[in-house]
């Protein structure tokens, strides 16, 4: 089976590397990506948009030997969402881990700092409690050395969904900082419409903070394989 590993904001391909590895142990191709202006702090990221990285995971998936599993970390579960949009019939189902899809017109993100083309880490003071209560003071620092500046035109960037058909693809929530308890609230309440648009829609937990592939990887990969073997 391919799947299609993509990172989150400030995040490229090798934080991915962990699962990556078991993944691939298990037999399957997968392709963990860089986006447009993530492959390192001095990278160009002026003039880089949304679309540019919804083309990336379009073209991971024409690449692709038949339809795959995508797992969108975070914000790029919209990403993720956006490229089903654009190929449903390329997509054997879609993992959200940590995010959910924003809907068509909405911004990919708001509220979060920029600095020219740049929107940098705003540091881990916004990210207090559950998001980082399984990341200890090393870990922290290093990931503060590893962090990538994501590109700010792609923050702005307004989501385009045409397809619904998309709605049809199986998916799965991946609950990490909080519970599947907490998402089925927020279903109920209407604080996830596109998600709730979902006519297959799974939730499983796993105990961690925001990042699981970087403090549980093993159990994040053996939780993608589960939903792989559906």
Known sequence: MDIVLIPGLWLNGPSWDPVTRRLERAGHRVQALTLPG????????????????VAAVVA?????DGPAVVVGHSASGTLAYCAADAGPDKVKRLLYVGGFPARDGELFMSGLPTDGADAPFPGWAEFEGP???????????????????????????????????RIDIPATAVCPEYSPEDLRAWLDHGDVPELARATDLSMVDIDSGHWPQITVPDKLAELILAEVAR
Do not use: C, Q, W, Y
């Open 38 to 53: 993530m492959e390192s702090r001095d990278a160009d990221r002026s003039g880089i948009t949304l679309d540019d990285h």
């Open 60 to 64: 991971a998936l024409d690449g692709a």
């Open 131 to 165: 998001d980082s209560a399984d990341l200890d003071e090393a870990t922290k620092d290093r990931l503060l050395g590893e962090f990538i500046p994501s590109p700010a035109g792609v923050l702005a960037g307004t989501v385009r969904l045409t397809n619904d058909r």
